[in-house]
């Protein structure tokens, strides 16, 4: 009889504390990749084109709705920045002023498109396990070979 003994575990730190549920939480994968172009007549920009201007992403292939000069605003274009960009600030630039919000309703956004749960905010808390976890075990296995090379393991 062979016995062998094994230790497992895992340990998580630093898990956060309590959170606030008005977080931006949701992103669209469209966000980075609206933006391989250098401007309308490359690539559509259908969630920007809807905070400004209110139009519908089924327009955006439309060149002459691109008339908002929010499109150069250093505020959005400094957020996607090649080196550095912060997606949280480019997206709660939008969710923060109230006409952007207004005009991505128009344009058939969702309320929540970029802002969980707008209407909680301060509100609602994540509570999570803000300190360490630890997860331990200890394996013990029995072999034992018998005739002819019938092998029965317990674990």
């Given at each position: 009889?062979?016995?062998?003994?094994?230790?497992?575990?895992?340990?998580?730190?630093?898990?956060?504390?309590?959170?606030?549920?008005?977080?931006?939480?949701?992103?669209?994968?469209?966000?980075?990749?609206?933006?391989?172009?250098?401007?309308?007549?490359?690539?559509?920009?259908?969630?920007?084109?809807?905070?400004?201007?209110g139009v519908a992403?089924?327009?955006?292939?439309?060149?002459?709705?691109?008339?908002?000069?929010?499109?150069?605003?250093?505020?959005?274009?400094?957020?996607?920045?090649?080196?550095?960009?912060?997606?949280?600030?480019?997206?709660?630039?939008?969710?923060?002023?109230?006409?952007?919000?207004?005009?991505?309703?128009?344009?058939?956004?969702?309320?929540?498109?970029?802002?969980?749960?707008?209407?909680?905010?301060?509100?609602?808390?994540?509570?999570?396990?803000?300190?360490?976890?630890?997860?331990?075990?200890?394996?013990?296995?029995?072999?034992?070979?018998?005739?002819?090379?019938?092998?029965?393991?317990?674990?």
């Open positions: 009889m062979k016995p062998t003994s094994s230790r497992t575990g895992s340990e998580r730190v630093q898990t956060g504390a309590g959170q606030p549920g008005g977080k931006y939480c949701r992103w669209s994968q469209a966000i980075r990749s609206e933006f391989a172009g250098a401007g309308t007549g490359t690539v559509p920009l259908p969630i920007m084109l809807a905070y400004f201007s992403a089924a327009n955006a292939g439309d060149s002459t709705r691109y008339t908002s000069t929010q499109f150069a605003n250093a505020t959005f274009v400094n957020a996607l920045a090649v080196n550095g960009p912060s997606v949280g600030t480019f997206s709660s630039n939008f969710t923060s002023n109230a006409t952007f919000r207004g005009n991505g309703l128009v344009a058939g956004l969702p309320a929540n498109f970029f802002l969980l749960n707008p209407g909680k905010l301060g509100g609602a808390w994540s509570i999570e396990n803000n300190g360490r976890t630890w997860y331990d075990s200890i394996q013990v296995e029995l072999r034992r070979r018998l005739s002819r090379g019938l092998l029965v393991q317990g674990n």
